[in-house]
């Protein structure tokens, strides 16, 4: 069986790095991108178990990413999670149709959790 594939989108290298590292050792693949258009390619090769996203990508909005990917057919049963450093997009991510919003510091005992509950129960 393959091992279950996350995309994990956020401007900020250093976050996709550490992530990167805890998740593979917990078993996952990981693909990293850094904006909307990196995002798009990825997705057009191959679709993941689950999109972990940060809201705020520089020039992008993990919130408008999350409802286009929500609105098209090939995409739209993906479970996302939005990440962000405040709680005030939690409610505007889950309108957008994002799954699940963790706020920043994450914690990787709730990161795995979480992870592990929307790809077990797609």
């Known amino acids: 069986m393959a091992l279950p594939c996350i995309f994990l989108v956020d401007d900020d290298s250093a ?10 050792h917990e078993g996952f693949r990981i693909f990293t991108a850094t904006n909307g258009f990196e995002l798009n390619a990825l997705l057009s090769k191959q679709v993941p178990d689950l999109i972990l996203m940060d809201y705020h990508l520089g020039e992008d909005d993990g ?7 929500k609105r098209n057919s090939q995409t739209g049963h993906i479970p ?24 920043k510091p994450i914690e990787i ?3 795995l ?10």
Not at 63 to 69: A, F, H, R
């Open 15 to 24: 976050i996709l790095e550490s992530f990167k590292i805890v998740l593979e």
């Open 80 to 103: 996302v999670i939005i990440i962000s450093a405040s709680e005030k997009f939690k409610t505007t991510a889950l309108l957008m149709g994002a799954d699940d919003f963790i706020e």
């Open 113 to 122: 959790s979480k992870i592990e509950e929307h790809i077990t129960h797609e």
């Open 63 to 69: 919130g408008k990413l999350t409802q286009e990917i």
């Open 109 to 111: 005992p709730l990161l």
